[in-house]
């Protein structure tokens, strides 16, 4: 798409994160918001969870995308595991 000056427009979205951390220092919460640009707002775009599991040596993440009926981040909800020797992997 072009804006009203002819020039092509950003092509890139913009999105920005929150983290939220746990007591351990690991992160709880991985918020992202999208901006939109005809409101000049930051919209929620989608919200992923942590659980860590020690024992088990895992890292149970639950992703889900916001719900503008709801208010909430329960669209598309998926859960995943993977070992806890992957969070450099993740939060680098």
Excluded at 19 to 24: A, L, Q
Excluded at 31 to 45: L, V
Excluded at 52 to 75: A, H, P, Q, R, T
Aim: aromatic share 18%.
């Amino acid at each position: 798409g072009t804006n009203p000056h002819g020039c092509p427009a950003l092509t890139y979205r913009l999105v920005k994160y929150e983290f939220t951390y746990n007591d351990n220092g690991k992160v709880a919460e991985k918020k992202a918001y999208r901006w939109n640009q005809s409101k000049e707002t930051w919209d929620p775009y989608y919200l992923i969870s942590y659980q860590y599991n020690e024992e088990k040596g895992e890292i149970n993440s639950v992703y889900g995308m916001w719900n503008k009926k709801k208010k909430d981040f329960s669209l598309n909800t998926q859960e995943m595991v993977v070992p806890a020797t992957s969070y450099e992997e993740i939060f680098s």
